[in-house]
């Protein structure tokens, strides 16, 4: 079974600021990790994934995200804040290999850019 | 160009009516799901299906059903809506290897 917390439902930054958004798995294998970003009255769109490979991925919008097993997370990080970017951020795991579809999602960030 | 659609986008509807909340794919994936969302909350699966004939029920209870006669088509049905489904219901479809697609999702208002 797997599991994600996402540390803070709502986070504030400054316009240009750093972005940082945390995300902490559980999963007893290998997992396949996610964040989707969703604006107001809108559905989920894929910001950036890591199956395999290389540790940090990089997304869409300047977003990029660390797999760190050790530490279990997977967090999200943008280095200067857009107005744009306020929306809300969800992170999902799900378990790698075949047999095990579903992705279990955190409970949401909601990110707030200050001007 | 390949897609998932919901529609319709907005519905306001009495209570007691039946209705049916419209999902297609055009990406031929085997897996597709619906979510219920409140607002500014987090997702709760309903339904799932892997395959046309199959469909399972999610985590979370739901009054509503869903079927799946095609591999592009996954309507979810309430035979008699309440108060109590306001709710946003999304759609999503994936083929695992890329994660979900999901659609522009149905904001439901029972009155």
């Known amino acids: 079974a797997q599991s994600v917390t996402q540390l803070g439902s709502h986070v504030s930054v400054s316009e240009g600021a750093l972005v940082l958004l945390r995300c902490n798995y559980s999963?007893?294998?290998?997992?396949?990790l996610f964040w989707y970003v969703q604006y107001p009255n809108q559905g989920l769109q894929l910001l950036l994934k890591y199956t395999t490979g290389a540790t940090l991925v990089k997304g869409i919008n300047g977003f990029e995200a660390e797999f760190k097993k050790s530490e279990t997370s997977f967090h999200l990080t943008k280095p200067s804040a857009h107005m744009s970017d306020a929306a809300e951020y969800f992170c999902?795991?799900?378990?790698?290999?075949?047999?095990?579809?579903?992705?279990?999602f955190g409970k949401g960030t909601k990110l707030s850019v200050i001007p | 160009e390949a897609d998932i659609y919901q529609t319709p986008r907005y519905l306001v509807i009495g209570t007691g009516k039946k209705i049916t909340l419209e999902c297609s794919q055009t990406?031929?994936?085997?897996?597709m799901y619906w979510y219920q969302q409140d607002p500014g909350m987090e997702l709760h699966l309903i339904h799932y299906?892997?395959?046309?004939?199959?469909?399972e029920k999610g985590d979370l209870s739901s009054e509503s059903t869903v079927s799946r006669i095609r591999t592009e088509h996954f309507p979810l049905t309430l035979e008699s809506a309440r108060p109590s489904h306001t709710s946003q219901y999304l759609c999503a479809s994936s083929d695992f290897t890329v994660g979900y697609t999901f659609g522009s999702g149905t904001r439901l208002t029972v009155v």
């Open positions: 299906s892997y395959g046309v004939n199959s469909t």
């Open positions: 999963s007893s294998v290998p997992p396949y």
């Open positions: 990406m031929g994936h085997d897996k």
């Open positions: 999902a795991v799900s378990a790698a290999g075949a047999g095990s579809y579903q992705l279990t």
